[in-house]
């Protein structure tokens, strides 16, 4: 199969050959990853037992998949990735806003995946065969790891396409296999000596909630786009899409989750994941698990490393989208070390997710909105404007970029980082009784920001061809 050659550029209707059930093959396969199950030991390892943690990651997973499955609609539209189409409300400029954001959730999630992967490889592995668990086996597993990332994330689309299609499948088995695996030392009770991360239930639990929980959806506020941008409106109706976005994140982020919550529980998995459940699995298992931690982390990395690759090419226009690419994944895999040698991992991971959602959350919120003053309609020659080095077009507001927009994102932003409860505490928390509100308090902030900057200014509805009305647009020959 070709190496794919689109990059940022406007997809021509006769090559968006996907359907909506592409999108859940490929939001289920991909996230099948021990690098997804990891989150759902993280409510176990703030001091919940099985139910706080059950219903917390649902909680926000399903709040998260409600708030960003509407993005998959923006690229459906607009023919292009998130980010830029993102300049429609920010600027051609501005959009660089969302390409950074992009950039900085895929690395993190890549290098997470990467590392959670090659930790229970190498566990396996040296059960298995006495390969030795040193920084020698380390190091030849993550770049074994990386390469294969990298070669997927190369030939693009279709690939990790086919690739997801059988994820989906032979890791749902997997899985499914290790519930009988590791069903015999399950326990619904905390783990014991492990005490709630914030001193109490509600506090821990909406820490739960945002950062394992709604951290997954979050994570594909720039993603999405990169894979219904090949799904034809004309073809497909925006319902069907939402439709299967919301499917396709509900399920492929809680069923991950809710058996690492399980196998975290039953292994005992307190201040570490990977190790706990290489240790406790049954040693016919550990074939099975090296297969998830293996194929699982390629196929996972490999999404994350492709979009990283679109959001470098959309910062820097003159790089085409497989030079980004390489270079995106030698920076993921010295991460991967980083992470490796130097971090640890709850804090880390806790971390990371907090701040990102804090950040990201306002731009999605901003692009929904703005979505929807547009009523789906985008100028796709105006949106190109900064990748071909020119000016101009409808999107151009002051030298590319949106003030209203930008100070709302800002906002947004600043309000939701002074919110945020770990890995410092925002001066706003004593005004949330000590509950980290960071996600509501960044998205109401930018949207109530955004609208009252916007509210006299005219729909931004570009002037369009018959062909493009939103009338057909959304006159489907076929609903996947």
């Known amino acids: 199969m070709p190496i794919e050659q689109r990059g940022v550029d406007t997809i021509p209707d006769e090559e968006r050959t996907s359907s909506p059930r592409d999108l859940v093959s490929i939001l289920l396969g991909s996230n099948l990853a021990l690098g ?4 759902g030991w993280l409510p176990v390892s703030f001091g919940l037992g099985f139910w706080g943690s059950v219903t917390s990651l649902a909680a926000g997973t399903l709040v998260g998949a409600l708030l960003t499955a509407p993005l ?47 930790d229970a490889m190498v566990g396996c592995l040296h059960r298995l065969v006495g390969l030795p668990a040193d920084g020698a086996a380390y190091t030849v597993v993550y770049a074994v790891l990386a390469a294969a990332t990298a ?32 069903a015999h030392h399950f326990t619904t009770a905390p783990i014991p000596g492990v005490h709630y991360a914030l001193g109490g239930y509600w506090q821990t639990w909406l820490l739960s909630a945002v950062s394992a929980g709604l951290s997954g959806p979050i994570a594909f506020i720039t993603l999405l786009g990169d894979y219904s941008r090949y799904i034809s409106p004309r073809r497909h109706s925006s319902r069907a899409v939402f439709g299967a976005t919301y499917l396709g994140l509900v399920l492929g982020l809680l069923v991950p989750q809710l058996f690492g919550t399980f196998s975290a529980l039953a292994v005992g998995a307190g ?32 999404l994350m490393l492709y979009s990283m690759g679109l959001d470098l090419d959309a910062i820097l226009p003159r790089a085409t989208r497989t030079q980004a690419t390489y270079v995106v994944a030698a920076v993921s895999t010295a991460l991967v070390y980083v992470g490796h040698f130097l971090w640890d991992a709850q804090n880390a991971m806790t971390s990371f997710v907090l701040l990102m959602t804090a950040i990201g959350t306002p731009w999605a919120v901003i692009t929904v909105i703005g979505f929807v003053r547009c009523r789906g309609v985008y100028d796709p020659d105006s949106l190109q404007v900064y990748n071909r080095g020119t000016v101009g077009g409808v999107y151009w507001f002051k030298a590319g970029w949106n003030v209203q927009a930008t100070v709302a994102w800002a906002l947004g932003s600043a309000v939701g980082l002074l919110g945020v409860g770990s890995p410092y505490e925002g001066p706003l928390l004593k005004y949330t009784g000590g509950i ?31 062909a493009d009305t939103p009338a057909a647009q959304e006159t489907p020959v076929e609903v996947g």
């Open 151 to 182: 070669i997927g994330a190369v030939y693009g689309y279709k690939v990790l396409l086919r690739l997801s299609k059988v994820l989906s499948i032979g890791l749902t088995i997997l899985l499914v296999i290790g519930v009988f695996a590791f």
């Open 271 to 302: 201040s570490d994941y990977a190790g706990p459940l290489v240790a406790g699995a049954p040693l016919w298992y550990l074939i099975f698990l090296l297969l998830n931690a293996s194929a699982g982390s390629a196929g996972n990395s490999g």
């Open 72 to 118: 998959a609609l923006v690229s459906l539209r607009s023919a292009t990735n998130l980010s830029t189409s993102s300049g429609a409300f920010f600027g051609v400029r501005g959009r660089l806003i969302g390409s950074v954001i992009g950039l900085l959730l895929s690395l993190g999630y890549t290098a997470l995946t990467l590392w959670v992967g090659g």
């Open 436 to 466: 980290d509100m960071s996600f509501l308090l960044a998205a109401a902030t930018a949207a109530v920001v955004y609208l009252a900057l916007v509210a006299r200014q005219p729909r931004p509805v570009p002037p369009l061809r018959a």
């Open 36 to 39: 997804v199950v990891i989150f």
